[in-house]
């Protein structure tokens, strides 16, 4: 079993930076594409980026394009997103998840699911 811990969320001003990370343990993340989504209430969980089990490949949505940056050490076994130029409409529960190919994360298809971290941005 693989356990997601996220940490880094808070509240911020619009325009400012934040880090969220997310631990992983229990077995190695190195075999998983890693991802992050967001939901915000009342609104669809989307995917706002992804990365490759070699981090190769990454996804972003085109929403966060420029501003967010997701990289990953499977050494240290966390991944981690920079948000920059935050915006209110960024305002969600961020959660990190496990899944075995950039597509199943993109579909959604994930085999392993953290407790969120939440980022509120004011106005």
């Known amino acids: 079993q693989l356990q997601l811990v996220e940490s880094g969320g808070g509240l911020v001003q619009a325009g400012d930076s934040l880090s969220v990370s997310c631990a992983a343990s229990g077995r190695t993340l190195s075999g998983y594409a890693m991802g992050w989504y967001r939901q915000a209430p009342g609104k669809q969980r989307e995917l706002v980026a992804g990365i490759s089990n070699g981090g190769s490949t990454k996804y972003y949505a085109g929403s966060v394009k420029g501003r967010f940056t997701i990289s990953r050490d499977n050494a240290k076994n966390t991944v981690y997103l920079q948000m920059n130029s935050l915006k209110p409409e960024d305002t969600a529960l961020y959660t990190c998840?496990?899944?075995?190919?950039?597509?199943?994360?993109?579909?959604?298809?994930?085999?392993?699911w953290g407790q969120g971290t939440q980022v509120t941005v004011s106005s």
């Open positions: 998840a496990a899944a075995l190919s950039m597509v199943d994360l993109q579909k959604g298809r994930y085999e392993y």
